[in-house]
């Protein structure tokens, strides 16, 4: 791979990248505002110029320019270097370039700086991207100084509604044009365009549209200041309360990556923000999912039921014993979730086997929209997990035949949703002698119907593997502290199988893991699972 | 005595205590007595003709002056300094809603946690929408607070002060030391006044000096 120097270090670089991509793939960030690594780039924001050292054979490109010399009070001519965007220049084989090195660079950064700042109303206390902010960061790093415009500042529209989701903010706003690119060149939707010249730039939806569409909040997501805020988290949550978990959106099989933000003084999930990953979701979430952090609090299952009535998990896990302690085991059968991770469905698994039970099944979302970009029609996180973990496992409608046909009269379920959504369904359930129903959620016809009902964690209550529909396998981390008398559905299933005399013989996540992967794999799992 | 060891010899900066002789005076106490009896009178005496007569030396600026020290609490109070915090109070705008523009700023910096504040946004159509947020819900925990000040360090906006003059409270309940937005707003400084003296101009008011938002170029 071809090398240049940055500040005296060999950067390598695909041939055609430019010099900022090559940095930023080795972890070093040449300060930018309209350049963004999943978008084109258009050179506007002028915070990334570097100073480039001419190839030998050429002349160097230099600008006669006036200097205050302090001493003197006198302006006197000097020449510096023109300096480069390194969004748009190409990196080059052995090519050497001064970032923080230069002092002319160092210089340019602090003026771009303060005329992106010259109309800037500073209302940081009361705008929702405070501590997450470029023009913060960039602040305190590059410039340190205090504007010198005197005037009044320019004002512009604020609190413009750009659609459901999105509102803007014009005089934050630094014509960084990232939203319109976003718009244009990923969600195929070209509904935002920038409007006047100089200081009265502003951004603005196409006449007679709305910016809506299923990709709206990572408009919000890419704007490098608070100019764009989203409906559902402005003035929610001031960000350093925050603390971010590394999850996986359970919107759908996509299994994109994303961080969970949460309070951890209220052990409340605020947002969701997508978390770079080239081989899933690249920098992107769709708007169903960046929303479906909501489920962490909404339609959770709290408490243990026996019969649809709040009970005690000790009263529930004796009504268990009661319904299935001398079933006959081929009556019995396991409803693996494809909703639930792989340790639970793993556990679930164990319990049939030691229960010897060969009647698996599974369970998941109903299939809904998608598109060519994220959505998948699979609205369930795990489906291709739960299949490579049992793929003998026969789907929910082979279920409800052998439910009417008297084959399986006890049914041990992980989950509640059922893609089915017929109107017979829940009679056929309703023949069941017993229904033992583990799930987080109460979202489907199976917690609704269920004898029994044991709470388990939600994703974002417990670690978990989740296969996407590349079949990758991908780890959530624990965000929030289970919620009521939820524990994570393994220890659910557990404590079933010690009420039916059996020991599954495991007590953590790494034991479960190191049955499937091996001990190798389960010695590399983050400290939270542990 | 022999039987005592010998006593160390006395450390140079030793101060020797002389000790009264044990006389009948003495050891019947009754003459201290009287004596102390009569330090205690005059007191009496002095302060009753001095509240008499009207010429109680002010317990605060003479009370180092020899004399009385001793005030009729509660009736009687010292004042407080100027820069006395109290409990806490929050300020108004000229229309009497709250200057607070629930930045979360004092709950940042407060070091007991004692802050809650939900944030709200103005209605469509008020003057205010976009430009500030308001608090739905504020709240201080006046039980946990430890009145240290950094919120009132932390605030942009002056909106919340300590200058009411109250002290912490005794309650006989907990839940009465929370204190939500309509008590904060409902507590004057100690000049009696619930406005800030620290006007500030928005823009869109008449006294903003610059562009005015509504206006186009």
Redesign the interface.
């Known amino acids: 791979m071809p090398t240049f120097k940055l500040d005296g270090r060999e950067i390598p670089f695909e041939p055609g990248e430019s010099i900022i991509k090559a940095a930023w793939r080795q972890g070093i960030e040449i300060p930018h505002y309209c350049w963004h690594p999943g978008l084109s780039a258009p050179a506007n924001c002028r915070m990334c110029l570097v100073e480039i050292k001419p190839a030998p054979n050429q002349r160097p490109v230099m600008l006669d320019i006036v200097e205050l010399d302090r001493a003197t009070g006198e302006y006197k001519p000097v020449q510096k270097p023109k300096l480069m965007p390194a969004c748009q220049m190409p990196a080059v084989e052995g090519q050497e370039v001064f970032s923080d090195s230069s002092q002319h660079v160092k210089e340019a950064r602090s003026h771009v700086q303060e005329f992106l700042l010259l109309n800037h109303p500073v209302?940081c206390?009361?705008c929702d991207q405070a501590g997450e902010c470029k023009l913060q960061d960039y602040w305190l790093e590059h410039q340190g100084t205090q504007k010198r415009m005197r005037?009044?500042?320019?004002?512009k529209?604020?609190?413009?509604v750009f659609g459901p989701t999105i509102?803007y903010?014009g005089e934050r706003c630094v014509m960084c044009t990232r939203c319109i690119r976003f718009m244009e060149e990923v969600a195929k939707d070209p509904v935002l365009e920038m409007r006047e010249r100089g200081n009265?730039n502003e951004i603005f939806v196409a006449e007679g549209r709305k910016l809506d569409g299923n990709y709206t909040f990572m408009v919000e997501h890419v704007c490098p200041v608070g100019a764009l805020t989203t409906q559902d988290f402005?003035?929610?949550a001031?960000v350093?309360?925050l603390r971010s978990a590394k999850s996986v959106c359970q919107g759908c099989a996509t299994g994109c990556n994303a961080y969970l933000d949460y309070d951890p003084?209220y052990n409340k999930a605020h947002r969701y923000r997508p978390r770079d990953n080239e081989a899933v979701n690249k920098f992107w979430m769709c708007d169903p999912g960046m929303l479906s952090y909501k489920r962490a609090h909404e339609g959770r299952i709290t408490e243990a039921r026996v019969g649809q009535k709040s009970r005690a998990t000790k009263e529930a896990l004796a009504e268990v014993k009661k319904l299935l302690g001398d079933v006959a085991p081929e009556h019995v059968a396991f409803v693996l979730g494809a909703q639930a991770s792989l340790e639970d469905n793993w556990s679930l698994l164990a319990l049939a086997s030691k229960m010897g039970s060969s009647r698996l099944y599974w369970t998941g979302a109903p299939a809904g929209a998608s598109d060519d970009i994220l959505i998948s029609a699979d609205k369930s996180s795990n489906q291709k997990g739960v299949l490579a973990l049992a793929p003998n496992a026969k789907p929910y409608s082979v279920l409800l035949d052998d439910v009417r046909g008297g084959v399986v009269t006890h049914v041990v379920a992980l989950g509640s949703a059922t893609p089915a959504a017929g109107a017979d369904d829940a009679s056929t359930l309703g023949m069941l002698r017993a229904l033992v129903a583990i799930a987080a959620h109460d979202d489907g016809a199976l917690t609704a119907i269920a004898h029994v009902v044991l709470p388990a964690c939600s994703w974002a209550e417990a670690p978990g593997t989740y296969v996407n529909k590349d079949g990758l396998r991908q780890l959530s981390d624990k965000a929030l502290e289970p919620i009521g008398a939820s524990k994570p559905g393994w220890e659910q299933v557990a404590a079933v199988a010690k009420q039916l005399g059996h020991d599954l013989g495991i007590k953590r996540v790494k034991e479960i893991r190191a049955a499937w992967l091996g001990t190798e794999a389960a010695a590399h799992a983050s400290p939270a699972e542990q | 005595m022999a039987a005592f060891p010998k006593k160390p010899a006395s450390p140079t900066n030793a101060v020797t205590v002389q000790y009264v002789d044990k006389t009948l005076t003495t050891q019947s106490y009754l003459p201290a007595i009287v004596k102390g009896l009569g330090v205690s009178m005059s007191h009496f005496f002095r302060n009753t003709k001095e509240m008499v007569l009207g010429k109680r030396p002010d317990p605060v600026t003479e009370r180092l002056d020899p004399g009385i020290t001793t005030i009729s609490y509660p009736e009687q109070k010292r004042p407080y300094p100027q820069r006395f915090r109290g409990v806490h109070r929050l300020t108004t705008r000229l229309d009497g809603s709250p200057r607070c523009?629930?930045?979360?700023?004092c709950s940042?910096a407060c070091p007991a946690?004692c802050i809650f504040i939900e944030?709200?946004?103005y209605p469509e159509g008020d003057k205010r929408?976009?430009?500030?947020?308001f608090p739905v819900k504020f709240v201080i925990d006046e039980l946990r607070c430890i009145f240290c000040g950094y919120c009132v360090e932390a605030c942009?906006?002056d909106a919340i002060r300590m200058d009411t003059g109250v002290h912490a409270v005794p309650y006989d309940s907990r839940d009465q030391f929370i204190y939500d937005k309509g008590i904060l707003l409902s507590l004057t400084g100690v000049d009696g006044s619930r406005q800030t003296n620290n006007p500030r101009h928005e823009?869109g008011d008449k006294s903003h000096?610059?562009?005015?938002?509504l206006?186009h170029?």
């Open positions: 209302d206390p009361i005037d009044e500042p320019i004002h529209p604020k609190g413009v509102v903010d009265l402005r003035f929610k001031r350093w309360f003084r | 523009v629930a930045c979360l700023c940042t946690q944030a709200g946004e929408r976009g430009y500030e947020r942009p906006c823009p000096p610059g562009v005015d938002r206006h170029h």
